[in-house]
Each structure stands twice: as structure tokens, then as C-alpha cells.
């Protein structure tokens, strides 16, 4: 069978490092093949030829997005709040996102995969969800709410993982959970980032090799550099 062509023409374009003039991105099946001058567009691909002076540019992914649109994700974890979100930042170039709870309810956190596993089926900005929290430092909780913030356990794992058509990325104080539950979770396909945690540097390190991978605003929230324990900056920026 035959790839359907599309070809997306503007004035300038974008591809991520150089812009193009007078080009055309070439999408087939939903993917973008490549970026050619309007001249050497395949015969028999279809146009859309955006309007003078319009730019065509990659969308932004913001990977914590906890509002938008008037909506607070955590006031109200539902697919229609989601939809209100995405349309909210789509105005201003982000095409794909990860809903964010910050540190809640056990019952909260279920609504919200709930949430987002239907509304990515439906949106394919929706690329998955981002639990902020609730493990974390209460040392460090920032806006966080301390009296939520709690320990893990590694039966929580399948829970924060029981989104299958998405990513979940779990931003955590390392230093605040039980010994194999960053592992547990790697393993079962999330994400881990460090974050709202007074983790030493060897903390970090120890995290990083059971499959953490990200930090979340770092500087922010998390033990500062010092002279003879370096923390969780020293260990990002490495």
C-alpha cells in the first residue's frame, strides 16, 4: 500500500537548527519524513500551504504542566480539565504534555491516571502524566502540602505505573524511599526524576544507578552545593 503524502508548505520553516525558506515538511502515515524545497515536493502529495509570513516549527514538549485554561489539574483530575489544559498551552506552542499532580491523595493520584489514560486516547498531546510528589523531602517541600507528603512503598508501584497508552514520570526524593522502589519503578517503565529532596551526593549517584534519570527545576527545592557534600546539583551537572 501506498504512504499517504502530505506536504505542509510555508514561507519559513523551522526544523530545530536551520531555517528554510520557501520549503515544505513531508509527513507520511503521520510522520515527518523530511523537510524539502517547495520545488521538489513529490508529485502527488497533498498541500497545505500555510498562510504569507507564517512560521512552521517544531511544538514544545512541557513535561510538567499543572494548569492551564483556568484549571488546576489537582483541583479537578479529570479528562475534561486535561482537554482545557492542552487547548490552553497549545495557543502558545506546545503540542505535547504531561499533566502534573503535585503531592495528593492516594484517591486523588487514582483519579488522575484515570484521567489521563483516557484523554490520551482521545488527545495526542496527552503524552502521558507527571506525579510530583508525594514522595518527597519535607524538608523541601516548596508549595507542596507537608501533611501529604508520605512514604513509599513499593506496592504503590503499580498504581503510578497503571498508565499503559502513556509515560509516567515520578519526580522523587530519592533519599525518601525504601530501598528498590526507584528499581521497581524503572523496571516497570516510568521515568524517575529528583526532586523536593535534601539527597547527599552519593544519594543521587545510588539513585541514578538504579534508573533515575532527570531532575526536576533543578537548584529549586533540593539541598545546595557546598563545600565538602556537593549534593544533587553537582551530580546533574556532572
Known sequence: MTAKRLAIVSNH??????????AAALIEDGHIAGVVPRSEIPAGAELIVLQDGAWLAPGFVDIQVNGGGDVLFNDDPSPAAIETIAAAHRRFGTTALLP?????????????????????????SVLG??????????????????????????????????IKN???LVTLAPECVPPGFIDALHAAGAKIALGHSNATYDETRAAMAEGMTGFTHLFNA?????????????????
Open 222 to 238: 533540593m539541598r545546595p552545593m557546598a563545600a565538602r557534600e556537593p549534593g544533587p546539583i553537582a551530580a546533574a551537572l556532572e
Open 100 to 124: 502534573t499532580l503535585i503531592t495528593d491523595t492516594d484517591e486523588k493520584m487514582k483519579h488522575a491516571v484515570a484521567a489521563v489514560a483516557e484523554a490520551a486516547q482521545k488527545n495526542p
Open 13 to 22: 520553516l523551522f526544523d530545530g537548527v536551520n531555517v528554510h525558506a520557501h
Open 166 to 168: 502513556g509515560v509516567t
Open 129 to 162: 502524566i507527571h506525579f510530583e510528589g508525594p514522595y518527597l523531602s519535607p524538608e523541601k517541600p516548596g508549595v507542596h502540602a507537608r501533611s501529604l507528603i508520605r512514604q513509599a512503598r513499593l506496592s504503590d508501584v503499580a498504581q503510578l505505573t497503571a
